[in-house]
């Protein structure tokens, strides 16, 4: 079974700045996907952004990139120049790959986050 | 593109009440999930679906617990005899097949509410 741990329950920052959530991951699987997701107060989850294990480039989407360090089953999401808009719960997720067809979701226990003025 | 629909998005029951959830995803995603979630919490993953074939349940998926997705297109989730542990978010999401690019990405919907009081 996989587990997916986010250590930090909360964190703040300053509009502008940026800011690093953590997240570790523990499998036994060579081939899986990670990724990060927003849950605004509306709670609705949204896609931030994704990363192939197969992959060694991290990840980036405009102000959102991932620092993936396989051997170390870790998987950061940095956010620069932080906005309001970006104050949310992240939640780090795993998905094992099944003959190259996604499947179900684990995740970690989320870190809230709240970006100030 | 519409997104993945669920209804009603609250409901308050009496304990031992049935209540049933929908969940309309994507238009030709294959494959739909449910999963729950409390507050303060990561979602836990309840079932999947690809077409009409419930392909794996959780164990967190009592026998008081059903979902159908009859013709591979709305799905519903059905509580029955409800319990006050059962208040949480109830979550659906969907993804496309495998043969399209984001074929391992999952989308959710807003949530329904359930409150047994």
């Known amino acids: 079974a996989q587990t997916v741990t986010q250590s930090q329950p909360e964190m703040s920052v300053q509009e502008a700045e940026t800011v690093t959530l953590s997240c570790t991951y523990d499998t036994s699987e060579n081939n899986y996907y990670l990724f990060w997701y927003k849950q605004p107060p509306s709670r609705q989850m949204i896609l931030v952004i994704r990363?192939?294990?197969?992959?060694?480039q991290n990840a980036t989407e405009n102000r959102f990139s991932v620092n993936f360090q396989k051997a170390a089953k870790s998987f950061s999401l940095k956010i620069s120049d932080s906005q309001l808009g970006d104050t949310a719960m992240y939640f780090c997720a795993f998905m094992k790959q099944v003959a190259g067809t996604a499947s179900k979701l684990t995740f970690g226990t989320g870190t809230r986050l709240q970006v100030t003025l | 593109d519409t997104g993945v629909s669920q209804n009603p998005r609250h409901k308050i029951t009496k304990r031992g009440q049935n209540v049933t959830f929908r969940c309309d995803p994507i238009s030709e995603h294959n494959r739909l999930y449910w999963y729950r979630q409390t507050l303060g919490q990561g979602p836990e993953f309840l079932t999947y679906f690809q077409n009409e074939a419930q392909l794996e349940k959780s164990r967190l998926l009592s026998d008081r617990f059903s979902a159908e997705r009859p013709k591979g297109s709305f799905s519903t989730l059905e509580i029955q005899r409800t319990e006050q542990g059962d208040s949480a978010m109830y979550l659906c999401?969907?993804?496309?097949?495998?043969?399209?690019?984001?074929?391992?990405?999952?989308?959710f919907g807003e949530g329904s509410w359930l409150t047994v009081v």
């Open positions: 990363q192939e294990a197969y992959k060694q």
């Open positions: 999401a969907s993804s496309p097949p495998n043969r399209v690019v984001s074929g391992n990405t999952i989308y």
